[in-house]
């Protein structure tokens, strides 16, 4: 099945900074990854997604980009504010398959 | 903006009792599904419910759980006999319809099993 990587799991940033998070996957046939923020006692949300026929995806201060050949994806964060402190989750679908398989998740903090 | 909801938020149980975690998906969506997150760890996939039958299963969704729709409105997962390892917080999504990816997460109930 598929395995999803993510790196770092903490992550803390002086406010303003950027911030990225990298994800790695197995299956070749994986074709939809999302990313979701979770805040604390609160469910996952997603912010952003992309497909395996899109490059880099982007939606205001967050962007995904995605590397088939290399089969990684990372989400990068601009001008981080508080509010943007929660654990963050990659995922990854195989074809056909909605059902994604989650990274360990990253715990960001950015400091104001 | 319609959401996913769940209830309880929090459920303390005795190992061996019957748990049973109630979800109301958002109105006209289609896809239901549970998921679990052991403190610290992945969120991990248990079942998705289409069309008032199980769609796919996890090896963790063993002859322990069971999932049904019992009014049209209500997604509940039981837990027959619970177990220590069942602590956890538990998620149900949804999603629109077989043309998008996107699920749409509740807030989760927390399981303490003691």
């Known amino acids: 099945g598929e395995n999803v990587e993510q790196h770092p799991s903490t992550l803390s940033v002086q406010e303003g900074d950027s911030a990225v998070i990298k994800c790695t996957y197995s299956?070749?046939?994986?074709?939809?990854f999302p990313w979701y923020k979770q805040e604390l006692g609160k469910g996952p949300q997603l912010i952003i997604d992309?497909?395996?026929?899109?490059g880099e995806k982007k939606d205001q201060r967050i962007a995904v980009t995605l590397n088939k050949t290399a089969k990684h994806f990372s989400l990068h964060i601009t001008e981080t504010q508080p509010e943007d402190s929660a654990v963050y989750f990659c995922a990854a679908s195989l074809g056909g398959s909605y059902i994604p398989t989650f990274g360990r998740g990253t715990s960001l903090i950015v400091h104001p | 903006e319609p959401e996913v909801t769940q209830t309880p938020s929090h459920q303390v149980t005795q190992m061996g009792q019957e748990v049973i975690l109630r979800c109301v998906p958002i109105s006209n969506h289609l896809y239901f599904y549970w998921y679990r997150q052991i403190l610290g760890q992945k969120v991990e996939f248990l079942v998705s419910?289409?069309?008032?039958?199980?769609?796919?299963k996890s090896e963790i969704f063993d002859d322990q759980f069971s999932v049904e729709r019992p009014d049209g409105s209500n997604f509940t997962l039981k837990i027959r006999s619970t177990k220590l390892e069942d602590s956890a917080m538990y998620f149900c999504a949804d999603r629109t319809d077989s043309y998008t990816d996107t699920q749409y997460f509740g807030p989760g109930t927390r399981l303490t099993v003691l």
């Open positions: 992309i497909r395996s026929n899109v």
């Open positions: 299956d070749s046939a994986s074709n939809y």
């Open positions: 419910f289409y069309n008032n039958e199980i769609s796919e």
